[in-house]
């Protein structure tokens, strides 16, 4: 038997670190090849890790809610005894791990990155160099370690977090963790004794600020939230934003839409409003490339596609995420409408890939869902143009001569100003414009 340990890998698109987010196994668990371990979150997207290796969870190294470097230990599995431990009783199962053949673990392959899985037969792939400064064998030659008197208690931010809500002193709690560091068991087993002196009580300077009622709260600024900030930062102070505006009449399109809607026999392919925007969006872009296109610094030049990856900002409850339509513009409506849907479905499950959100050339983000008339959106970085769509409004509005209730909108487009050119932009707004208030009319611009 022998005991290997697991990395955090590296999860593609430059990623360093993820969070932790949940173990899907605990210590003692049997698992097979390619089982869900765990979910971790990256600054894109929740990520699923299947087991590398087939055996017994021996040690999870990361409590959820941890944030782990690229290549930093999560797990160990006993390999090669996964049936002795099916068989044998709970209660004799050993704690400890024990000592590692280290010539054998030297000479076992690596598990794969995450999402393509691990290999049942690995006999023929090339062995791996251990990367320098990971880890990949240790020994356990204890099973307790307790904190030392005098030193600052060894705990993960959520253990502290909960020690705080509950008052309770870490430093009067003994540690079962490696090198002593105080778990969430811990912290529950000490609550759960007959009664807690009242001296490991927390003082009031460790006080929750997070609690109810309470005037600040205090949340970590990390995964989904830091990505983005990082994001808007980056755009807001690299590229030149100017942004241009137009109110139209959408009365045509919310005809039309409610004619598509009846004649439509599944709901996945059933068009929206952002739809048809966003179908207007891939036409326009032909009589005005600049606004799909990008400012390459490094090359001195600017990019124009040939192509529609279209960005459609999604609002998470993880944070905004922006999921790319890959060749948008050779989609019919039916086809964009499931694509537009799915992808929202799976960014509100927070199971886009990280591959996913990138590659994007122009985006499209729908204000008006959140009942707003308009905004001044941000670039996404590296692009050269993004739409705001409004929220459609009954109200008075010039018909034919006359006034009359109209369904009205407004469209805001940011764009790049060393790319596009204010006339470059307004023209490419406008298209959009004229077809949302005469869909007939994209006949003159294909």
């Not at 290796?53 to 230990?73: C, I, K, M, W």
């Not at 050993?94 to 995450?114: H, I, S």
């Amino acid at each position: 038997m022998t005991v290997k340990e697991f990395a955090l890998p590296d999860l593609g698109e430059g990623l360093t670190e993820s969070e932790l987010v949940s173990w899907k196994v605990a210590v003692g668990d049997t698992v097979q090849l390619n089982q869900i371990i765990a979910e971790v979150e990256t600054a894109k997207a929740l990520v699923e890790l299947p087991a590398p290796y087939e055996g017994r969870v021996s040690q999870l190294f990361v409590e959820p809610g941890v944030t782990v470097a690229v290549g930093e230990r999560i797990v160990a599995f006993e390999v090669g005894a996964a049936e002795d431990a099916a068989e044998e009783p709970a209660a004799e199962r050993p704690e400890v791990a024990p000592a590692v053949d280290a010539a054998a673990t030297a000479d076992a392959p690596e598990p794969n990155l995450v999402g393509y899985g691990a290999k049942a037969d690995s006999a023929t792939r090339p062995q791996r160099r251990a990367r320098p400064g990971i880890v990949t064998v240790s020994v356990q030659t204890e099973t307790k370690r307790h904190t030392v008197a005098g030193e600052r208690p060894r705990a993960t931010p959520p253990v502290r977090k909960l020690a705080r809500e509950r008052g309770v002193d870490l430093a009067s709690i003994p540690g079962t963790g490696e090198r002593g560091l105080v778990t969430r068991h811990d912290v529950e087993a000490f609550l759960a004794a007959p009664a807690a002196p009242a001296a490991h009580l927390a003082t009031s300077a460790e006080t929750p600020s997070a609690v109810p009622g309470a005037r600040e709260t205090r949340i970590p600024i990390k995964g989904v939230r830091k990505a983005t900030a990082d994001a808007m930062v980056r755009s807001a102070f690299t590229a030149p934003q100017a942004t241009v505006f137009l109110t139209v009449d959408a009365t045509p399109t919310m005809e039309l839409l409610d004619r598509l809607r009846a004649g439509t026999d599944t709901r996945e392919r059933r068009p929206g409003l952002l739809t048809v925007i966003a179908k207007a969006l891939c036409i326009a872009v032909r009589r005005t490339p600049e606004v799909n296109a990008s400012w390459d610094d490094a090359a001195q030049e600017i990019v124009q596609f040939g192509y529609v990856n279209l960005g459609i900002a999604a609002a998470t409850p993880r944070g905004l995420v922006v999921p790319t339509i890959r060749d948008a513009d050779a989609l019919g409506l039916g086809d964009l409408a499931a694509s537009i849907r799915s992808l929202a479905e799976t960014a509100r499950a927070g199971r886009t890939s990280p591959e996913a959100m990138s590659g994007g050339t122009i985006t499209i983000t729908n204000v008006g869902v959140f009942g707003v008339d308009a905004g001044t959106p941000i670039l996404t970085p590296g692009e050269a143009a993004i739409l705001a769509v409004g929220a459609v409004r009954r109200q008075p509005w010039e018909h034919r001569g006359d006034i009359a209730l109209r369904d009205v909108l407004t469209l805001a487009l940011s764009f790049d100003h060393r790319v596009v050119d204010g006339e470059q932009a307004a023209r490419f707004i406008a298209d959009i414009g004229r077809i949302v208030a005469d869909p007939a009319s994209v006949i003159a611009l294909v």
